[in-house]
């Protein structure tokens, strides 16, 4: 029986290509559109190496500052000093793991001792846990420790990509390289990290005591770094926030003039990405408002195109469903029978929506993926886009599609089931 | 003609319904996106005031105390000599127009620094940005007067007086007073200490999706340079104009020329980037909603034409008899073709009434973002006028292609079927 309708189904597509060309390409269209901007959350917000604890990760990306008990209303904000990192974070107790990194360090000098030419990599300054904070694949040796920060060991994490470059192969743990007209030892050769990491991303990492950090604004408010907090558990924000919170007050009965504040951070990642600017929290309410509405009318707009099309098409077929009542047409046969064709053609739809969905990864690569803070970086975005297709999304997608076909013929020929069956065959 | 075919359009009501609402609907996000495109690209295409073309951007190093070249107890006087003679010794190499030291004043890196500046009574309302810079740095990025000299301002620097922008200008100094030659000052009290402004500069925004354009220039002193002369060397802007011959692989045959020559005391040349490529970076967020706006127009006006297509497709087939009936009795192919136009029209305009209406109550309700532009009429308008002629193209060709198909249709077979 099934067999007999997909027929039906499949001859009645073929006898007005143009039209069902139309409602297939809407559906097709639909689903599009639905993975794209999925995709564009996805890539930004799911979890894969480094960043593969996302969803228990706070960052502080900015620190702000105003002076006390003062009629001045000026802040300033940026990056927050070492030392004050470390009493007000480092010295939480209650997440797993808490890294200090340098918010921008400049791009680095690499060679090989006694070589001349010397190429540019991004650099980043970091703590030992880092290494814990971040899931890193070691290609070769190890990440440097704490004792190695405390000492203010010159050892240092390359990519794969430097290694090649500089020394022509990736085992090279233990040797020297030149950093700035420094001498270090590599301690570790990691696989290259893709520029969408905002938070891991860099080309070289070293502890953050080899260099004299840009410090002491606003009695140490003010500085060069940011915080990565590992939570061991997402339920724990609430808790780490609220130490964060006593070690503020701590920190700030210290200071005479100047006084910390947070503007709402620690940030969850998805707050994190929206936070640009250091002096100004992101409207997130507003963020998602706008996300809500641009994804209800990408829905509506299709939907109401795809029921209209199905409707008319139900209208004209009035007589036909008449003449198969008459015949001996159970209502139900009927009913089921308009299921499969809505079926079928939502299926047609849907293959062609993954189809566009793949064209769009790749033609809106530059939208989807990439942003401001990747473009500065001198690294590239290493990501297939295609593995952000993600199945159980798409087959989300289709079954909305689906509903929305199945609903838009459905209606129609539920009424045709109800009038007489002389109405019907008279219809035109 | 008009009536006949409102009665067509009665007729059809219960399908024209459905397409009626999904075009007020689009008709009002449309007018929302293209309103929101338009206002950005109309600011995006103002003169920007400065100039990036052919400009890099380099910065010193700071050698690490345990580098086997580092050199011990260089005094802050000598240091800041070394920053001079690195300017210098930039300044001199063939391929440089011009070169200057900054902080926090280079396009399109996002640091900034702010103040209010005062003058007797009056103070600007919003702190003004602030351009820390050496000379040249007019002649790197070609700011200009009004008419179009940059010596004048490059020469109020080297006599240590500020450079005001035409915003400033007007707040300090209301009613078209001169500003050229008056006191202004950054703190407001009697003792302040005064600077004479020494010339105003055209408009100057700061990058192409915004319309700040209130700053300051102040001259770099050796006070200010001496702060700068440890860790912080790396905040120092060295910017650079290449003349437009030069201007091919620069970065790497600059580095082979000049590593040497600037390796002074404990600096070293460390980045060095092009000014056009940072600018597409810092804008990256900017030009990806704007893109990401337009793809949604495009899915929308795509879905508008699938629409319109398919529902005339059915109307006309269903018609096809009326429309043999027609040609029959005389009726031309085109002025058939004509009526269903008009009927695909009216139905729009119907739309559009009160979309119009939403669109003026919300914009009086000041639901839109007026930060670039007010909400006039002529934005009211031009938006609307934008919607229509996009939504009309849709409509046409949705009809265009199954009327046609139906007027083809000999009368003879047409009528047949009645």
Redesign the interface.
């Known amino acids: 029986m099934i067999q007999q309708y997909f027929k039906q189904a499949w001859r009645l597509l073929k006898e007005n290509p143009?039209?069902s060309a139309?409602?297939i390409?809407?559906t097709a269209?639909a689903i599009c559109?639905i993975m794209v901007i999925v995709m564009s959350h996805q890539v930004k917000n799911a979890p894969y190496p480094p960043e593969t604890n996302r969803d228990r990760m706070l960052y502080v990306k900015w620190m702000s500052s105003r002076e006390k008990n003062s009629t001045n209303t000026?802040s300033s904000n940026g990056p927050m000093g070492y030392g004050f990192a470390k009493s007000c974070f480092k010295a939480l107790e209650t997440p797993e793991a808490v890294s200090i990194v340098s918010a921008f360090a400049?791009?680095a000098?690499v060679a090989m001792p006694g070589q001349n030419i010397a190429e540019?990599y991004d650099k980043m300054l970091t703590d030992e846990d880092f290494w814990q904070v971040f899931d890193f694949i070691f290609i070769d040796g190890k990440p440097y420790t704490k004792a190695d920060v405390d000492a203010g060991l010159?050892k240092v994490v390359i990519t794969e990509k430097v290694a090649l470059k500089t020394f022509g192969t990736t085992i090279v743990s233990g040797q020297r390289i030149l950093i700035?007209?420094?001498?270090f030892t590599v301690s570790g050769v990691v696989k290259d990290v893709s520029a969408l990491a905002t938070a891991a991303y860099s080309q070289i990492w070293m502890p953050i005591t080899?260099?004299?950090?840009?410090?002491g604004g606003a009695e140490g408010i003010s500085g060069s770094c940011r915080v990565f907090i590992l939570a061991k558990h997402k339920r724990d924000f609430p808790a780490i926030k609220e130490e964060a919170e006593i070690l503020r007050k701590k920190y700030n009965d210290g200071t005479t003039t100047y006084e910390a504040f947070y503007r709402n951070q620690p940030d969850t990642h998805f707050v994190f990405l929206h936070r640009?600017w250091a002096n100004q929290e992101p409207d997130m309410k507003s963020i998602v408002r706008q996300s809500v509405i641009?994804l209800v009318?990408?829905l509506?707009?299709?939907a109401?195109?795809l029921?209209?099309?199905m409707?008319?098409?139900m209208?004209?077929r009035l007589s036909e469903l008449g003449v198969r009542r008459a015949f001996g047409a159970s209502q139900k046969n009927l009913l089921s029978q308009v299921m499969w064709e809505s079926m079928l053609q939502t299926l047609l739809g849907g293959a062609l929506g993954l189809i566009f969905s793949y064209i769009a990864a790749y033609a809106?690569k530059?939208?989807i993926y990439?942003?401001?803070d990747m473009?500065?970086h001198l690294g590239e975005v290493t990501l297939n886009p295609v593995s952000l297709l993600s199945p159980a999304i798409f087959l989300y997608a289709l079954l909305f599609c689906l509903l929305l076909n199945t609903l838009s013929a459905f209606i129609p020929a539920r009424n045709v089931s109800h009038k007489p069956i002389v109405d019907s065959i008279h219809s035109? | 003609m008009f009536k006949h075919i409102l009665t067509i359009i009665k007729n059809e009501r219960r399908?024209n319904i459905?397409?009626w609402?999904?075009l007020l609907?689009?008709a009002l996000?449309l007018w929302y996106i293209v309103d929101n495109v338009y206002v950005t690209l109309n600011n995006y295409y103002k003169p920007l005031g400065f100039d990036t073309e052919h400009t890099y951007i380099m910065?010193l190093?700071l050698?690490?105390?345990?580098?086997?070249?580092y050199v011990k107890d260089i005094s802050t006087e000598t240091a800041v000599g070394y920053l001079y003679t690195a300017l210098e010794r930039i300044q001199r190499n063939p391929m440089i127009e011009a070169a200057s030291i900054s902080f926090h004043s280079s396009p399109h890196i996002g640091s900034n620094r702010s103040r209010n500046i005062h003058r007797d009574t009056l103070s600007t309302k919003y702190?003004v940005l602030n351009r820390t810079v050496t000379p040249n740095f007019f002649r790197v990025f070609k700011y200009q007067v009004e008419n179009g000299s940059t010596d004048e301002l490059v020469q109020a620097l080297e006599r240590n007086e500020l450079v005001i922008s035409p915003g400033v200008a007007k707040e300090l100094f209301p009613h078209d007073e001169p500003p050229v030659g008056k006191q202004v000052s950054f703190e407001k009290s009697d003792s302040a200490q005064l600077y004479r402004v020494g010339a105003v500069s055209r408009v100057v925004r700061y990058d192409n999706f915004s319309n700040w354009n209130s700053y300051f220039a102040q001259r770099i002193d050796n006070d200010f340079l001496k702060t700068f002369t440890?860790?912080?060397v790396?905040?120092l802007e060295f910017c650079v104009r290449v003349t437009p011959e030069e201007d091919h692989d620069f970065i790497r045959r600059f580095r082979e020329n000049m590593t040497q020559q600037l390796r002074l005391g404990n600096y070293?040349l460390?980045?060095i980037q092009s000014i056009p490529i940072?600018k597409?970076?810092?804008?990256?967020?900017d030009i990806?909603d704007l893109?990401?706006r337009m793809?949604?127009v495009f899915?929308?006006l795509?879905?508008i034409f699938?629409?319109i297509?398919?529902?005339f497709?059915?109307r006309t087939?269903?018609r096809r008899s009326e429309i043999g009936l027609r040609v029959s009795l005389g009726d031309t192919p085109k002025q058939v073709l004509r009526k269903f136009y008009i009927e695909g029209l009216l139905l729009l305009t119907t739309a559009m009434v009160p979309t119009m209406i939403v669109i003026y109550i919300l914009g009086r309700e000041g639901i839109f973002a007026t930060y670039l532009m007010h909400f006039t009429p002529g934005r009211y308008f031009i938006g609307f006028a934008i919607t229509y002629i996009l939504l009309i193209i849709m409509i046409v060709l949705g009809i265009r292609?199954?009327a046609l198909k139906a007027v083809k249709v000999p009368p003879a077979t047409a009528l047949r079927d009645e």
């Not at chain 1, 700035?180 to 001498?183: C, I, K, L, N």
């Not at chain 1, 080899?210 to 410090?215: M, N």
């Not at chain 2, 597409?280 to 967020?285: E, L």
């Open positions: 143009v039209l139309i409602s390409i809407g269209l559109m000026g400049p791009s000098m540019n010159r700035d007209y420094t001498e080899t260099e004299i950090l840009p410090e640009k641009v009318l990408l509506i707009v299709p109401i195109n029921s209209g099309m409707n008319s098409r209208r004209k809106l530059g939208i990439e942003n401001s473009a500065f035109k | 399908q459905g397409l609402i999904e609907i689009v996000f910065r190093g050698l690490n105390e345990s580098s086997y070249e702190s440890g860790e912080w790396g905040g070293y460390g980045e940072n597409k970076a810092f804008q990256k967020d990806n893109k990401m793809f949604i899915f929308l795509v879905n699938l629409g297509t398919g529902i497709w059915f087939q269903h292609i199954p």
